[in-house]
């Protein structure tokens, strides 16, 4: 019923600038925060940053002053611009979405992941 689906990843190389996208769709009443984050690995899931419905957002502090996420709430898009990308960014990066979405009459809330977009930073 509902899907997120990332693009932008990519090969770049160290100082260099991605930006990331993924856009929800679907029977969604309404998305409240959106967010993303990343696996390298042999590590955890870690959170990179998070802006809710209003436009509030938080970083980890790794990436504050490089990386900035955005959102269109007419298109249901999610952003990320990632600057100054260094060796250690390289993960794969997953988005995900709090949200309420139509079943049958009513509404549901859960929580959603997209499948995920690779990101390599390397000379």
């Known amino acids: 019923q509902v899907q997120l689906v990332e693009s932008g990843g990519g090969l770049v190389q160290p100082g260099g600038s991605l930006r990331l996208s993924c856009a929800a769709s679907?029977?969604?009443?309404?998305?409240?925060?959106m967010g993303w984050y990343r696996q390298a690995p042999g590590k955890q899931r870690e959170l990179v940053a998070t802006?809710?419905?209003?436009?509030?957002?938080n970083y980890a502090d790794s990436v504050k002053g490089r990386f900035t996420i955005s959102r269109d709430n007419a298109k249901n898009t999610v952003y990320l611009q990632m600057n100054s990308l260094k060796p250690e960014d390289t993960a794969v990066f997953y988005c995900?979405?709090?949200?309420?979405?139509?079943?049958?009459?009513?509404?549901?809330?859960?929580?959603?992941w997209g499948q995920g977009t690779q990101v390599t930073v390397s000379s």
């Open positions: 679907g029977s969604i009443l309404r998305i409240n925060t």
């Open positions: 802006i809710s419905s209003g436009g509030s957002t």
């Open positions: 995900n979405a709090d949200l309420l979405y139509y079943s049958g009459f009513s509404s549901r809330r859960s929580g959603y």
